[in-house]
């Protein structure tokens, strides 16, 4: 069984301005107001730049109204929404192209707890390891799943070989975007589940220790039961480009 809007379970915490370019995207619910809000977490975000975040297409589209949500990054600074773009490839979690653009109304301004990610473009070695983030349930209880604030686990990328050997009949949703990445951490089962989408799954190099290597998009369930796959943001830099430098040809 596999569902969308994946959450980090077996993870360890992190602290605030420890991972700072990943952003809480927070949606109004209808007992709210502006003057006397309600929100609730919906997915997380990955800071691009000062004025554009990317997250996971299925957690905003088809395009959730933009003024029922509020991104809130670092400690402080929350922003409203001036406009979405999905992927014009996107059809729907689990055919790939899995990612969308938010445009914020006011710019971030960097500190110490808000600061932009760079995108990975280089070749994923064999024995490689990423590290997932997000916010979203990372227990089961009595009440179902539970939220626990922001955390974070390294797991294993597997060979598309390997994904589909493990995945079985669910490998025909895997596409040529897609990477995939095991369970692991200390009870075997560190991976996404519900909450998680659209933050960072990120990868280390000699040169910068975190670079944003991908974006959550489907997991087998139960969560950490068995692999997360996600949107491999390097093959869909053209179109990020594209979006976030209008005068680009």
Known sequence: MKRNVPRVVGGTGVAIGELPFICSIRQRQPAGSWSSPSWTHLCGSTIVNENWLLTSAHCVAPPLPKESLLIVCGVRQARTVAGIEPSPEYVDGQRGSDLALILLKKPLVFTGNVQPIPIFDQRILPTSVA???????????????????????????????????RLGTLATYLTSDTICTDIAGPTGAAGTCVGDSGGPVIIGTE???????????????PCGSGPSMHTLVSAHIEWILAVIVPNLK
């Open 131 to 165: 590290t997932i983030v997000g916010y979203g349930v990372s227990s089961y209880g009595k009440d179902g799943w539970q939220p626990n604030g922001l955390e974070a686990a390294t797991v294993p990328i597997l060979s598309m070989k390997a994904c589909i050997r």
């Open 207 to 221: 040169l910068h220790p975190f670079n944003l290597l991908a974006i959550p998009a489907w997991t087998v369930t």
